[in-house]
């Protein structure tokens, strides 16, 4: 089992930048296909942000995020992060990092923007942009 604890989140102004990560305790994430970032806001469904594969050698992004946001890991020391820029108020969210339920292997494993396919979450981070 693995544990995760985003950080990061705050409060920015429309148009600046922030920085999330994500530690994870209990067992290397490296063992697992994928690293995703979702995020919720108020009354709405979580929804996908961003994944990359176990070596961040392939990532996938959310339209509405794309040419914004970068995700990135380390994996010596078991963290994945999501570099945000020209943040938007419809960027205001909850955001959570999670596991792929596959663990890697040789085979191909593409990424998945479905929530339902990762297993382990963090307990989130709050970000707020304001106009």
């Known amino acids: 089992q693995v544990q995760l604890v985003e950080s990061g989140g705050g409060s920015v102004q429309a148009g600046g930048s922030l920085r999330l990560s994500c530690a994870a305790s209990g067992r290397s994430f490296s063992i697992y296909a994928a690293m995703g970032w979702f995020r919720q806001a108020p009354g709405k469904a979580r929804e996908f942000v961003a994944a990359a594969t176990w070596n961040g050698g392939v990532t996938y992004y959310a339209d509405s995020v794309k040419g914004r946001f970068t995700i990135s890991r380390d994996n010596s020391r078991n963290t994945v992060s999501l570099q945000m820029n020209s943040l938007k108020p419809e960027d205001t969210a909850v955001y959570y990092c999670?596991?792929?339920?596959?663990?890697?292997?040789?085979?191909?494993?593409?990424?998945?923007?479905?929530?339902?396919?990762?297993?382990?979450w963090g307990q989130g981070t709050h970000v707020t942009v304001s106009s």
């Open positions: 999670a596991t792929d339920s596959r663990i890697r292997s040789t085979a191909y494993q593409p990424l998945t923007d479905n929530p339902d396919e990762y297993q382990y």
